[in-house]
């Protein structure tokens, strides 16, 4: 005999599809005679009728992906997807490079390797992109004898 609205009714008082409705194959005549919801409602409740576990999608594959990306591996070019500032943003790198620039200003400041004076015409310079990086900015100071004379 068919099971099929048996199966249904127990689809709907598990809350699952009718997939995942497990039948007891050792019990399947006291499943062909409950008839009603309430006979039903029994023998799920004496473990005859069961509703199969969620399969769910393996993260496996992901964790191993990401621990190598983290190593730097799959980051080649032909790797890549997007556009070279849709992956970081002109914004973006300005912003790193710009607090670097101001953080390492400060230092020098802060030690009077630079006057005050110095350090508001460096700011401003540094505020119009002149400096690419703290190395070329170390650099210019350099060239341009800006460093803090040692009294004597």
């Known amino acids: ?3 099929k609205s048996q199966r249904a009714i127990a689809a709907k008082i598990l809350k699952c599809g009718k997939n995942r409705v497990w039948i007891d194959p050792e019990r399947i005549e006291d499943v062909e005679t409950a008839i009603t919801r309430k006979e039903i409602e029994r023998l799920i409740k004496d473990g005859v009728i069961k509703a199969r576990p969620v399969k769910g999608i393996s993260r496996g594959r992901v964790r191993v992906l990401r621990k190598k990306r983290k190593k730097g591996r799959r980051r080649g070019v ?7 500032y849709a992956r970081l943003p ?9 607090r ?22 460096l700011y401003r310079m540094a505020k119009g992109g002149v400096f690419r990086s703290t190395s070329h900015l170390l650099q210019y ?9 040692k009294p004597r």
């Open 78 to 84: 032909g790797s890549r997807e997007g556009a070279k």
């Open 100 to 121: 670097a620039i101001r953080k390492k200003l400060r230092e020098l400041v802060e030690s009077k390797s630079i006057t005050n004076t110095t350090y508001r015409k």
């Open 1 to 3: 005999m068919s099971l």
């Open 90 to 98: 002109r914004k973006r790198r300005w912003i790193q490079t710009i």
């Open 141 to 149: 100071i350099e060239s341009a004898k800006l460093y803090r004379r």
